[in-house]
């Protein structure tokens, strides 16, 4: 009955949820395993700078508000898992190489900082998965549409004055 290494690491890890980052990781050994929980801290005497804290709270916008203003300002956004420089799914990554090879200036948000607005952008969109681009303030849909657009030549068309005005500015 000899395993691999990776067979045994593989069961051992598969049996631990991922911690997230904006909550208090926790561990016990049990039996030779660790095992990782977490909990958002409801400790008084835990000082304010360490609490989970949500970027757009402290702009006094709503959610959904956030989202309009976005997608009304900027002139390519997308909603994406991670952001352009460090994309954290194969869909927003596509996305991301389509929109550079316009050399268009692309507005990012992350989706995975905040629950809420994933919801709130899923809301605005009636579209349920991600990445979400935005052209001019209009829904263009997600990363097979943009790739799709792309070699067909609608996407150098859609912006083309983008780019225009980029260089204008510069």
Known sequence: MARSLSQMMLKRFAAYPLARSSAITSRSIHQGEVRYSTSVPSDPDTHEDFRPTSKLESSGLSLENIVEQDVKENPVMIYMKGVPDLPRCGFSSLAVRVL???NAPISARN??????????VKAFSHWPTFPQIFINGEFIGGSDIILNMHQSGELKEKLKTIVNNQGKEE
Do not use: H
């Open 100 to 102: 550079k090879e316009y």
């Open 111 to 120: 989706i995975l900082e905040d629950p809420e607005l994933k919801n709130a």
